[in-house]
């Protein structure tokens, strides 16, 4: 179970910067000025073989005249209850302000790792601005540079010492597990006590090896399951309304355990942002997704429109399994198996390396690879080299010339050939 490190501060100081360089590329949208990111975004990140999910949260948008309880952005607070260790990063071309003194004294009382860094330290030089953070009482401060690198490997170090290795429980010949994830009051529960209770179905539940989910084992047509349910948020700090619209990190650790995932999304509300984030995850992380519209009783439009319209907005995701379902009535809830026995095959499928040869040559015949500083871009072969999901290795001579639009184009035409359907399937290019 992957550890997940929280990255919480006030707007504009550097925190979406420091996300991309810990998870090694750009993901977050960068852009100098305040409030770009509103919502979360995660990845993971691994140090000296350790890995670990690295969130970026919007900032704290504290107003000096307001309670700082109820002042804190949700975002923010909901990782900085969820996660395992927090990043607390301050903006060191300008002097703390109150607002900080105030993050540094409720930080410290949260009972887990919290690492204070004074970012925008580009140089030796800018060292000094250290001396001014101190007066918050932080402890020890690191300073960094999210911009060049600077510090950033002591940060990384200190990180990975305190923060535990999760132990993986055993999972062996527990049968299938299927996370079910989705935001709060799209119906997982529900769901799951739906599929318990109907017949054919055997069931008992135990405490689950991730915090506050349970675990279901479920028994159906003489195959086993385990129904992994994820907790909503806790309430902490004297906060009363709903923290947030997507309980995002306690779905990432249930992803993190699971073979097969189902996103619920609420039919009557669409398609939401939040989701549409929850669905790349899932996909990036190589597991199996079917997409549940639930509360579909609750829909007036027909099904043939409504998933022409969900898969028109899902773009390159747009061959995902669905499925229109009622978890309070029952309707369509028994085919969510005949869904994850299909997913489960697709995830191990396999192609023979000839006949994989045969599709790439195609597909290049058709679309020749673009030139690259005078040269030819080629590939030479390929072979399947991982399943769960399917694991393509593509050797070139210029592996870091073949453009993400042509992998696309590669990967339709190879999951064609395999006949898999609604999960990812991952390329590999190396030089030849």
Known sequence: MKPIVAIVGRPNVGKSRLFNRLVGHRRAIVADQPGITRDRHYADAEWAGREFIVVDTGGLDLDPAADLEHEISKQSLAAIEEADAVICL???SHPPTADDRDVVRKLRTIGKPVFFAVNKIDEASHEARLGDYHELGAGELLGVSAEHGRGVDDLLEALTRAVPDRPEAPEEGRGTLIAVVGRPNVGKSTLINRLAGEPRVVVHGQA??????????????????????????????????????????????????????LQLIDGAEGYTKQDAHLTGFVQEEGKG??????????????????????????GQQGDLAMLPVSAKTGYNC???????AKLEG???????????????????????????????????????????????????????????????????????????????????????
């Not at 086993?224 to 947030?244: C, N």
């Open 90 to 92: 301050f903006d060191g």
């Open 208 to 261: 689950g090896t991730t915090r506050d989910a349970i675990d279901v084992d479920v028994e159906f047509d003489g195959r086993e399951y385990v129904f992994i349910d994820t907790a909503g948020v806790k309430r902490r700090w004297g906060v009363s309304e709903r923290i947030e619209k997507f309980t995002a990190m306690r779905s990432l650790r249930t992803i993190d355990r699971a073979q097969i995932v």
């Open 289 to 314: 997704l079917v997409l549940l519209v639930n509360k579909w009783d609750e829909v007036d439009l027909g099904w043939d429109d409504y998933g022409s319209s969900l898969r028109r907005g899902l």
């Open 334 to 340: 028994l085919k969510i198996f005949e869904l994850v």
């Open 346 to 432: 697709f995830l191990a499928a396999k192609i023979s390396t000839s006949k994989l040869n045969e599709v790439v040559q195609n597909a290049l015949d058709a679309h020749h690879l673009p030139v690259h500083r005078g040269k030819q871009v080629r590939i030479k072969y390929a072979t399947q080299v991982g399943t769960h999901p399917p694991t393509i290795a593509l050797f070139s001579n210029f592996p870091s010339a073949v453009p993400y639009s042509y992998r696309r184009y590669l990967i339709g035409r190879i999951k064609a050939a395999m006949g898999i359907r609604g999960v990812p399937l991952r390329l590999v290019c190396k030089r030849k």
